[in-house]
């Protein structure tokens, strides 16, 4: 079992900056890449960002790319998102989660492809 905790959410205004992190537990070796989804009100979970954990290799959803970056400390077992520019739109409970299964290259932007999901930390972005 892995064990992720996220923190770093809050309310910001637009234009403004956050970071989340999100600290992993447990069998985290056997974490193959981590990711970050995110759920607004009334919509279903949408992918934002993810990280191979060992070669790095990141993907972006196309609505924060420019704008948000991942990266990971294997040391602290710990990901990250540095969120800039945000706006309204960015407004949701983001999730952490980690996949275990290798994927040779692929970086893992479904939901069903990640098997633990963090309790989620809520961003708010005024307008």
């Known amino acids: 079992q892995v064990q992720l905790v996220e923190s770093g959410g809050g309310l910001v205004q637009a234009g403004g900056s956050l970071r989340l992190s999100c600290a992993a537990s447990?069998?985290?070796?056997?974490?193959?890449?981590m990711g970050w989804f995110r759920q607004a009100p009334g919509k279903e979970r949408e992918f934002v960002a993810a990280?191979?954990?060992?070669?790095?290799?990141?993907a972006y959803a196309e609505s924060v790319k420019g704008r948000f970056t991942i990266s990971n400390d294997g040391a602290k077992n710990t990901v990250y998102v540095q969120m800039n520019n945000l706006k309204p739109e960015d407004t949701a409970v983001y999730y952490c989660?980690?996949?275990?299964?290798?994927?040779?290259?692929?970086?893992?932007?479904?939901?069903?492809?990640?098997?633990?999901w963090g309790q989620g930390t809520q961003v708010t972005v005024s307008s």
């Open positions: 989660a980690a996949d275990r299964t290798p994927r040779f290259s692929e970086t893992p932007t479904r939901t069903n492809q990640y098997d633990y």
């Open positions: 447990g069998r985290t070796f056997s974490i193959y890449a």
């Open positions: 990280i191979n954990w060992s070669g790095g290799s990141t």
